[in-house]
């Protein structure tokens, strides 16, 4: 099993930054894959960034050229730098882990609130 902790988030204004943070805990040697999901109210849950194991970054087209998703100096950390933030970035930003052999598990985190005031 993988546990995942997350932090970061809050308000900010259009054009500000603010960052990420999720730490998976737990079956880390199994881990394949971590990333971070969002999802605005009415709207499906989308992904925003992830990295696996090798290090091979996937971006949402929106957020290219704003967003950087990084590993801590471990790699069952994650972190998300959130520039030049706008208002459609609010949402709920959720953690997510993809684990196991046959990559079929996948664990999330609570959710943390990034609002954007314009």
């Known amino acids: 099993q993988v546990q995942l902790t997350e932090s970061g988030g809050g308000l900010a204004q259009t054009g500000g930054s603010l960052r990420l943070y999720c730490a998976a805990s737990?079956?880390?040697?199994?881990?394949?894959?971590m990333a971070w999901y969002r999802q605005a109210p009415g709207k499906q849950r989308e992904l925003v960034a992830a990295?696996?194991?090798?290090?091979?970054?996937t971006y949402a087209d929106s957020v290219k050229g704003r967003f950087t998703l990084s590993r801590g100096t471990v790699t069952n950390t994650i972190f998300l730098s959130m520039n030049n933030l706008k208002p459609e970035d609010t949402a709920v930003y959720y953690c997510?882990?993809?684990?196991?052999?046959?990559?079929?598990?996948?664990?999330w985190g609570p959710g943390t609130q990034v609002t954007v005031s314009s």
């Open positions: 997510n882990s993809n684990w196991g052999p046959s990559g079929t598990h996948e664990t």
């Open positions: 737990g079956s880390v040697l199994s881990l394949n894959s």
């Open positions: 990295i696996t194991f090798h290090g091979e970054l």
